[in-house]
């Protein structure tokens, strides 16, 4: 099955003020969430599947949830956090299907019912490496 993923972040994820690991982290959730964004992975079992404390999670996730790039909501059926991936952040079956998202979570914004991503602006793009990159041997 094919899938489409958000160009928001994804063309910007350059310009974020993620460290790497965070940014790896933020491809694990990617993979793990459904379509639209929910995330039906507990805490203690990302931190089993990464394999990483689930102290460590937190630390990951607290910038992603800093920038709104995941919601964390309250959960009473889980007894803690739910998150998700904000739905202009998210991985959809079809481009349709990410437009109607888009155009809903555009609404929701405006309405005050979801909160908008975090993202730097963009004033212009990184310059163009010039001449040979400086390789080494480690």
């Not at 937190?58 to 059926?77: D, K, Q, T, Y």
């Not at 609404?107 to 212009?124: F, V």
């Amino acid at each position: 099955m094919a899938n489409v993923m958000s160009p928001i972040v994804s063309e910007r994820i350059w310009a974020l003020p993620l460290s790497g690991s965070a940014v790896e982290f933020l491809q694990y959730l990617l993979y793990r969430s459904d379509f639209g964004g929910a995330i039906p992975v507990r805490q203690r079992d990302m931190a089993a599947e990464y394999g990483v404390t689930p102290q460590a999670i937190s630390g990951l996730m607290a910038p992603l949830c800093a920038l709104n790039i995941v919601l964390r909501s309250r959960s009473e059926e889980r007894n803690g956090n739910s998150y998700r991936l904000h739905p202009l952040a998210a991985k959809y079956e079809t481009p349709e299907t990410m437009e109607a998202a888009f155009r809903d979570t555009l609404a929701r914004i405006q309405a005050g019912d979801l909160p908008d991503l975090k993202l730097p602006t963009c004033h212009r793009t990184p310059p163009a490496p010039t001449g040979r990159p400086k390789l080494q041997v480690a």
